[in-house]
């Protein structure tokens, strides 16, 4: 994420949103690295059975 904003200059708060935005839904399209994410925090994708 950071890495896709460093050399960009963002014209007014509005903009740098878009910009998150759009930097965001980049990274939901890498479904590997969201993998990754979870496995080194020990979460699963999977969700918790009823009780």
Same mark, same amino acid.
């Not at 904003?5 to 990274?27: E, P």
């Not at 080194?40 to 059975?49: A, Q």
């Given at each position: 994420?950071? #890495? %896709?904003?460093?050399?960009?200059?963002? #014209?007014?708060?509005?903009? @740098?949103?878009?910009?998150?935005?759009? +930097? *965001? +839904?980049?990274? /939901? /399209?890498? =479904?590997? @690295? *969201?993998? %990754? &994410? &979870?496995?080194?925090?020990?979460? =699963? @994708? $999977? !969700? $918790? !059975? !009823? #009780?």
């Amino acid at each position: 994420m950071k #890495r %896709g904003l460093t050399n960009t200059a963002a #014209r007014d708060v509005d903009h @740098l949103a878009q910009l998150v935005k759009r +930097r *965001l +839904r980049a990274c /939901q /399209q890498q =479904t590997d @690295l *969201l993998a %990754g &994410f &979870f496995a080194s925090t020990g979460m =699963t @994708l $999977e !969700p $918790e !059975p !009823p #009780r």
